[in-house]
């Protein structure tokens, strides 16, 4: 079933989660670097990748979001796309806490710096989480892609738009 939030049939959604996957994963090998290290250009690297993760990350929720609505209202994949936008959510939730940890270098040493890389490696862990959900509503339900022939479109169409008593397993 395709997205309405698509440039040229494209999905924007698949395409913006990249760049905020990669730096949330980013930030956290960047705090591993730190412990080892003790080099602070680390720590900050952390930190501003794990700021440009959380505004990358409501940059690609917007069409998410839109397809949330707008596709598997009432099917099959709609507990799988609750599930994958609240982890989403709450990767979010943990990079921005440890944000506020990390503010003003005070998470250099001690128990700061253990809270943001537990904070961090949480985030990176619930991301992967959110991430094969993402890939079971696109391979298994076959939400946001093109399909092959119109015939297949309507198919995916009607699996998508019918009732949740109506469902099959």
């Known amino acids: 079933m395709r997205s309405r939030f698509s440039v040229a049939g494209h999905p924007l959604h698949p395409l913006l989660v990249t760049v905020p996957i990669g730096l949330f994963l980013w930030a956290f090998v960047a705090d591993l670097v730190y412990l080892v290290s003790d080099d602070r250009v680390w720590h900050d690297i952390s930190f501003w990748s794990g700021i440009g993760g959380i505004v990358a990350a409501v940059l690609a929720a917007v069409p998410g979001f839109g397809d949330y609505l707008t596709m598997a209202v009432d099917s099959n994949a709609r507990l799988h796309a609750t599930a994958h936008m609240l982890l989403n959510v709450a990767v979010v939730v943990l990079f921005l806490a440890a ?10 040493e001690g ?10 490696g949480l985030g990176v862990g619930l991301l992967a989480a959110a991430g094969v959900l993402g890939g079971e ?13 119109a015939e297949v ?8 738009t019918r009732r949740p008593d109506q469902l099959e397993a």
């Open 153 to 160: 479109e309507r198919g995916e169409r009607e699996r998508h």
């Open 111 to 120: 128990g700061a710096l253990t809270t943001t890389v537990i904070l961090h």
């Open 99 to 108: 944000a506020i940890v990390m503010r003003d270098d005070r998470a250099l």
């Open 137 to 149: 509503m696109v391979y298994r339900h076959h939400l946001a892609v093109i399909p092959d022939d």
